[in-house]
């Protein structure tokens, strides 16, 4: 029996090294792959190697939201800043019980209108819709029935009057030229459909017109380290991702589409807390069952700020229902898996995200629990197991702090020495703590979740610190 036991623990703890392996590998060549855009595209901006601002793609920005009376005036006001001409804002308030549309009818001086809506998409009904053209673009208004972000996404598909939307939240703010850069790949190819920006946290930075005069690590410990994360994510497997049409998810927080094809495709879906993945993952399956030939591309220098929770609690809400949401998401098109038909989107993208995110919390708790297991029973390397540990954490957090650099240093902001040490310190901390207490969020993520699957949750809002 001794024997059984010890054969069952070295095969796990076996495989459990190999995951790590294969992860630290598959993430220390995207970061590879991500610096080297980062720079090229650098190198090109110096150059002024880019589209001239005479071209311009007509686009609906929607900004769904619930509650967010704190937020949603800074919002509306970065967007009215951005360098583009051609383009409206629609913010649709999905029921919200706090002032987020009396917020913005009095902030932008909205007048109510009769304005029938053609259902394109499936949504629930508009209670009362404003409208105002007295600023650079006109801004709407529509009040609805709650339904969820997914609902209200939709409600603002068919309020709109431009062939391309840009999909954000309403606790996020748009950096100056975003609108434009993120419409470059549309204006390069006409095959794209949709295509991804980068989202970073703007929890400690000073926005002015849509530029960051002045960017500071966050005070909280808890939102410095998703700074972290959030670079090592946004570099990592959506640059590799992009070389072969194979990203499955764009932020919901800054996204564009080809408005034509979302509405064929069946626009969101109110069912799924994942509602951004749903869709991208929808449109590879519609345009590939349909002979399609298109694009799904992502735009690195293309940024939206967004504010990232600073409690745990917080936080442990937004990466539940991300979890969901990516449950809901793959089991939803299993059917992608180990199919030809899907390209590397099946064999590559799937299988990274069936892997690597949705088992990988299960993977890492029952790892470390068979490791402390394999302990007890004195059935391990422990100096082994240490060392292999140690080195891990330290190649994670190097390459962490590698797309950390890269990005401030690409975009030329200028970063503060007690916050280069301040992230030194804290990605040991991020990789090798706060990584699996949230698996441990992620792996009970689906207990109960059908309870409180359509909800949209409720996480604290700070101001933006925008002028």
Same mark, same amino acid.
């Given at each position: 029996?001794?024997?059984?036991?010890?054969?069952?623990?070295?095969?796990?703890?076996?495989?459990?090294?190999?995951?790590?392996?294969?992860?630290?590998?598959?993430?220390?060549?995207?970061?590879?792959?991500?610096?080297?855009?980062?720079?090229? &595209?650098?190198?090109?901006?110096?150059?002024?190697? /880019?589209?001239?601002?005479?071209?311009?793609?007509?686009?609906?920005?929607?900004?769904?939201?619930?509650?967010?009376?704190?937020?949603?005036?800074?919002?509306?006001?970065?967007?009215?800043?951005?360098?583009?001409?051609?383009?409206?804002?629609?913010?649709?308030?999905?029921?919200?019980?706090?002032?987020?549309?009396?917020?913005?009818?009095?902030?932008?001086?909205?007048?109510?209108?009769?304005?029938?809506?053609?259902?394109?998409?499936?949504?629930?009904?508009?209670?009362?819709?404003?409208?105002?053209?007295?600023?650079?673009?006109?801004?709407? $208004?529509?009040?609805?029935?709650?339904?969820?972000?997914?609902?209200?996404?939709?409600?603002?598909?068919?309020?709109?009057?431009?062939?391309?939307?840009?999909?954000?939240?309403?606790?996020?703010?748009?950096?100056?030229?975003?609108?434009?850069?993120?419409? *470059?790949?549309?204006?390069?190819?006409?095959?794209?459909?949709?295509?991804?920006?980068?989202?970073?946290? @703007?929890?400690?930075?000073?926005?002015?017109?849509?530029?960051?005069?002045?960017? *500071?690590?966050?005070?909280?410990?808890?939102?410095?380290?998703?700074?972290?994360?959030?670079?090592?994510?946004?570099?990592?497997?959506?640059?590799?991702?992009?070389?072969?049409?194979?990203?499955?998810?764009?932020?919901?927080?800054?996204?564009?589409?080809?408005?034509?094809?979302?509405?064929?495709?069946?626009?969101?879906?109110?069912?799924?807390?994942?509602?951004?993945? /749903?869709?991208?993952?929808?449109?590879?399956?519609?345009?590939?069952?349909?002979?399609?030939?298109?694009?799904?591309?992502?735009?690195?220098?293309?940024? @939206?700020?967004?504010?990232?929770?600073?409690?745990? &609690?917080?936080?442990?809400?937004?990466?539940?229902?991300?979890?969901?949401? $990516?449950?809901?998401?793959?089991?939803?098109?299993?059917?992608?898996?180990?199919?030809?038909?899907?390209?590397?989107?099946?064999?590559?993208?799937?299988?990274?995200?069936?892997?690597?995110?949705?088992? &990988?919390?299960?993977? /890492?708790?029952?790892?470390?629990?068979?490791?402390?297991?394999?302990?007890?029973?004195?059935?391990?390397?422990?100096?082994?197991?240490?060392?292999?540990?140690?080195?891990?954490?330290?190649?994670?957090?190097?390459?962490?702090?590698?797309?950390?650099?890269?990005?401030?240093?690409?975009?030329?902001?200028?970063?503060?020495?007690?916050?280069?040490?301040?992230?030194?310190?804290?990605?040991?901390?991020?990789?090798?703590?706060?990584?699996?207490?949230?698996?441990?969020?992620?792996?009970?993520?689906?207990?109960?979740?059908?309870?409180?699957?359509?909800?949209?949750?409720?996480?604290?809002?700070?101001?933006?610190?925008?002028?």
């Amino acid at each position: 029996m001794r024997d059984f036991i010890q054969g069952f623990l070295l095969c796990v703890e076996f495989f459990f090294v190999l995951y790590l392996i294969g992860y630290s590998s598959f993430l220390f060549l995207s970061v590879a792959v991500g610096s080297s855009d980062l720079y090229a &595209s650098k190198r090109r901006n110096l150059l002024k190697n /880019e589209l001239g601002n005479d071209y311009y793609v007509p686009v609906s920005v929607i900004v769904p939201a619930h509650n967010e009376g704190v937020t949603i005036e800074a919002t509306v006001r970065s967007l009215l800043a951005l360098d583009y001409k051609l383009y409206e804002i629609i913010v649709v308030d999905d029921g919200s019980a706090d002032d987020t549309s009396q917020v913005v009818i009095d902030a932008f001086d909205m007048r109510r209108i009769d304005r029938p809506i053609q259902r394109r998409v499936p949504c629930q009904p508009d209670e009362e819709v404003y409208e105002t053209r007295a600023w650079k673009v006109p801004i709407t $208004l529509v009040r609805k029935k709650n339904g969820g972000k997914a609902d209200a996404l939709n409600m603002g598909i068919n309020v709109s009057n431009y062939p391309y939307i840009l999909c954000m939240d309403a606790d996020s703010v748009l950096q100056y030229d975003s609108l434009e850069k993120i419409v *470059r790949p549309v204006l390069e190819d006409h095959r794209v459909v949709a295509v991804g920006g980068t989202v970073r946290p @703007c929890n400690g930075a000073e926005i002015e017109n849509g530029k960051v005069v002045r960017y *500071r690590m966050p005070n909280k410990l808890l939102a410095c380290m998703q700074v972290l994360e959030y670079d090592r994510s946004f570099l990592a497997s959506r640059i590799l991702f992009d070389k072969f049409n194979g990203n499955i998810i764009i932020s919901g927080a800054f996204g564009l589409f080809l408005k034509s094809v979302v509405i064929a495709a069946g626009g969101y879906d109110s069912s799924t807390m994942g509602e951004d993945m /749903e869709l991208v993952v929808k449109l590879h399956v519609f345009c590939r069952e349909n002979d399609r030939d298109y694009r799904i591309r992502y735009v690195t220098d293309a940024i @939206c700020w967004t504010q990232v929770p600073e409690k745990l &609690s917080d936080l442990i809400k937004q990466r539940r229902r991300w979890h969901i949401g $990516l449950f809901q998401s793959m089991m939803r098109y299993r059917n992608i898996l180990a199919n030809p038909k899907y390209g590397a989107v099946s064999f590559i993208s799937y299988f990274y995200f069936l892997i690597y995110e949705l088992f &990988s919390p299960y993977i /890492e708790v029952f790892g470390v629990f068979v490791t402390l297991l394999a302990f007890a029973v004195d059935l391990i390397n422990v100096p082994f197991m240490i060392l292999f540990f140690a080195i891990y954490v330290v190649y994670s957090a190097l390459l962490s702090l590698t797309a950390f650099f890269a990005r401030i240093h690409t975009i030329d902001l200028k970063l503060y020495p007690s916050d280069a040490a301040k992230a030194i310190l804290l990605c040991i901390v991020e990789v090798s703590c706060v990584r699996f207490i949230l698996a441990w969020v992620r792996m009970t993520a689906l207990i109960g979740y059908h309870k409180k699957k359509n909800t949209w949750g409720k996480i604290e809002r700070q101001r933006i610190n925008i002028k």
